[in-house]
């Protein structure tokens, strides 16, 4: 037993040692290679900038150079920021898992959390992604707060009361600020209690969320959560949960994360296009902060986005409003109501009645036969990844009955042609 249990010892230690120079490694070059072995250990502990590459492609090789002269950039500014390099050709398992399936493909990751890549693939727009990090956890006062209010930002701040952050809580802070800088309409500071009007009995410290867009600095206690005893994931998931802006604008780099949290209710109009355009943006927001608890809002950009708009949902006409559930890829319009009039909370309530009770039908690519299709084939899948040893099992049972049925037709074929031939000759 002792023998075995030296062995095991033996065999994490170098486990331990093999990580350890890995990681050496990546401090002194700026870039390591990942695999389905060290993916988890690495990433854990580095905020990494991934490279999902295939060694005979082009571009891939072009990427390569500016990674190179990035690093060394990064390295003359002290940014703390890495790459990790996965080779598909090598790794299928890790690309598969993050749908790396062009080539190049870049991620970013920071502490166990990947995101997909929102910036440029130049040195320039690396480096200015880097920079970023030198000006992490701002402090904010009254007057610093009031200039945000035209970034239409969402803002996560850790409200630190009468004792100073510090310790295992700043760091964690420390974190978030880098989990959260990929998401480009979120910023993680931190302020004196003076700066907001909190409810009385808040405990401090705490991380509030505060929308740039609202129209006063009254914070709700559904936008505060206290930090004591909070682990780094218990404040990665409620600042993602409260980072989505009442009434934002859904551009091509929030697309993913306003849309997967559920059904939204999108407004397209000309941010430009006149007093109709205005009125009706100003209505909608109102709807938005007086239905935030029901429903998810935003805008989009009809005229940056026309072709797309038209292609993906046939929407031509603004402005305009529908309900879109990506889950589902399905969405729900009703062109009937009359835009030239403005927009009324009790119609926007109307519609979304329509669309629970079914009166209104959904459209898109999840609707119709092609959508139960698609339903049916995501079940299977589920149901397959849920259950591998039985479908393996099936599979392997239908592939025996073809073999054998394989293996036995000719010889049938065979005798038959001999007995037609022995008819023929009689």
């Known amino acids: ?25 990546l401090a002194q070059s700026g870039s390591v290679t990942l695999t389905a072995d060290n993916f988890e250990a690495i990433t854990r502990e580095h905020v990494l900038i991934l490279d999902f590459f295939a060694p005979w492609c082009q571009h891939c090789k072009n990427l390569d150079v500016a990674i190179k002269d990035t690093i060394k950039a990064f390295n003359e500014e ?45 040195v320039g727009d690396f480096l200015a992604f880097g920079r970023l990090f030198k000006s992490l956890l701002p402090k ?51 302020a004196d209690p003076s700066v907001f009007k909190l409810p009385q009995d808040v405990k401090l410290p705490a991380l509030v969320s505060y929308h740039t867009d609202s129209d006063e600095d009254v914070i709700s206690s559904s936008n505060i959560k206290a930090l004591e005893g909070q682990s780094l994931d218990d404040l990665y998931t409620w600042t993602l949960e409260h980072s989505i802006p009442i009434f934002g604008e859904i551009t091509s780099s929030a697309w993913n994360l306003i849309t997967q949290r559920g059904p939204i209710l999108i407004t397209g109009l000309f941010p430009n296009g ?31 986005h026309n072709g797309w708009l038209k292609k993906h949902f046939d929407i031509v006409d603004f ?43 959904a459209e898109g690519y999840g609707s119709g036969i092609k ?56």
């Open 1 to 25: 037993c002792s023998v075995h249990l030296f062995e095991g010892e033996g065999q994490m230690s170098k486990s331990v040692f093999i990580l350890s120079a890995l990681l050496y490694v």
């Open 78 to 122: 002290r940014i703390p920021v890495k790459f990790g390099k996965i080779d598909c050709t090598v790794d299928q398992e890790l690309c598969d898992r993050f749908k790396a399936t062009g080539f190049p493909t870049l991620k970013y990751s920071a502490y166990g959390r990947v995101a997909d890549w929102t910036s440029g693939r130049s």
């Open 140 to 190: 904010l006062d009254t007057s610093s707060l009031k200039e945000l209010r035209s970034s239409k930002d969402i803002v996560i701040v850790a409200v630190q009361g009468k004792d100073q952050l510090a310790g295992s809580t700043l760091k964690d802070l420390k974190k978030l600020a880098e989990q959260m800088v990929v998401y480009n309409n979120v910023k993680v500071a931190t």
């Open 274 to 304: 006149g007093e109709q355009h205005r009125s009706y943006k100003e209505a909608m927001r109102k709807i938005a902060y007086s239905l935030n608890q029901e429903q998810s809002f935003g805008w989009i950009d009809a005229v940056k």
């Open 319 to 361: 402005p305009i409003f529908w309900l879109f559930d990506r889950e589902k890829n399905l969405y729900f319009v009703d062109r009937t109501i009359d835009v030239t009039k403005g927009i009324t909370e009790e119609e926007v309530r109307a519609f979304l009645g329509k669309v629970k009770s079914g009166e209104i039908e």
């Open 371 to 426: 959508g139960k299709i698609l339903a049916v084939i995501r079940a299977l899948v589920a149901f397959a990844s849920a259950n591998p040893l039985l479908v393996g099992g099936f599979i392997s049972l239908v592939l025996f009955v073809f073999g054998l049925v394989w293996y036995f037709e000719p010889s049938l074929d065979v005798e038959t042609d001999e007995s037609d031939s022995e008819e023929e000759k009689e």
